[in-house]
């Protein structure tokens, strides 16, 4: 079974940073795409950035283009997400994801099959 734990989630003023944490169990990490999504109320959830199994590939929503890092400690198995000149546009609850096929890179929600529990971020103006 696996099991997503995001963190690093919290209350900042626009402009500010923050870095997302996502810490997931087992031993196939590796071999999988991660990905973070957000959803902010009465909205549905929207990808924000995804990371190939390697790392080596990056993918991001318009929105956060230039100003979000995606990246991933596989010795570690986490992931990250650098926010960099957040907006209150941003606020949501962030959520990882980790694919659900081998060495499949997808931008999609319905291509996770894990999902993490969310962590709050809000950014103030």
């Known amino acids: 079974q696996v099991q997503l734990v995001e963190s690093g989630g919290g209350l900042v003023q626009a402009g500010d940073s923050l870095r997302l944490s996502c810490a997931a169990s087992?031993?196939?990490?590796?071999?999988?795409?991660m990905g973070w999504f957000r959803q902010a109320p009465g909205k549905e959830r929207a990808f924000v950035a995804a990371?190939?199994?390697?790392?080596?590939?990056?993918y991001y929503a318009d929105s956060v283009k230039g100003r979000f890092t995606i990246s991933r400690d596989n010795a570690k198995n986490t992931v990250y997400l650098q926010m960099n000149s957040l907006k209150p546009e941003d606020t949501s609850v962030y959520y990882c994801a980790k694919a659900l096929r081998y060495h499949q890179d997808s931008t999609h929600s319905y291509d996770y099959h894990y999902w993490g529990q969310g962590t709050q971020v809000t950014v103030s103006s």
């Open positions: 990371i190939s199994w390697s790392g080596g590939i990056t």
């Open positions: 087992g031993r196939t990490f590796s071999n999988y795409a």
